[in-house]
T-cell receptor
């Protein structure tokens, strides 16, 4: 158990819809990173939030957006869903310090786009 | 792209040591070696990390060569529950450069 929780566990949407995924960080962690994992692939970095500001972004289009709240929980929003957005979405929290910023993952949200 | 190379799959007998190799010949001086594993459809689990020295914790040992161009993760007494995909990742600690770049990993199958 990492103390990182995600909701919902599973989600089914149709193409063109919008979705919001949620993540609660481990206690004491101020940094959250989001990853997308397609079937059979390793996780791909979407973006990272540090103290409510975006702090790095991977190669994902602007329809992937995020928020981090004062309690360091986070949301991932995806607009105009496409079939290829079907994946396991993972969030990871870390302490945000240089030497001890190991990322700890939640269980993920499985998104299916029909 | 991932900066590491791992064998796609390995088998290990239950109770024996599992030695998982990783090549990272282009590693920079300020990059750490991290290991995670992912059991089917779960989130990746942190195992261990190191910079230069060998490291050991309750899960595993990490042996890093002196030139830091390769490393080996050792699970001393593998069990069936250790069957998973193991990822070796090199990264700078902290900041926006600190995101994890996953490759394809090594699928370890522990057999009775």
């Amino acid at each position: 158990e990492t103390g990182v929780t995600q909701s919902p566990t599973h989600l089914i949407k149709t193409r063109g819809q919008q979705v919001t995924l949620r993540c609660s960080s481990q206690s004491g962690h101020n940094t959250v990173s989001w990853y997308q994992q397609a079937l059979g692939q390793g996780p791909q970095f979407i973006f990272q939030y540090y103290r409510e500001e975006e702090n790095g972004r991977g190669n994902f289009p602007p329809r992937f957006s995020g928020l981090q709240f004062p309690n360091y929980s986070s949301e991932l929003n995806v607009n105009a869903l496409e079939l290829d957005d079907s994946a396991l979405y993972l969030c990871a929290s870390s302490p945000g310090t240089v030497l001890t910023d190991t990322q700890y993952f939640g269980p993920g949200t499985r998104l299916t786009v029909l | 792209d991932a900066k590491t190379t791992q064998p796609p799959s390995m088998d290990c007998a239950e109770g024996r040591a599992a030695n998982l190799p990783c090549n990272h010949s282009t590693i920079s001086g300020n990059e750490y070696v991290y290991w995670y594993r992912q059991i089917h459809s779960q989130g990746p689990q942190y195992i261990i990390h190191g910079l230069k020295n060998n490291e050991t914790n309750e899960m595993a040992s990490l042996i890093i060569t002196e030139d830091r161009k390769s490393s080996t993760l050792i699970l001393p007494h593998a069990t069936l529950r250790d069957t998973a995909v193991y990822y070796c990742i090199v990264r700078v600690a902290g900041g926006s450069q600190g995101n994890l770049i996953f490759g394809k990993g090594t699928k370890l199958s522990v057999k009775p």
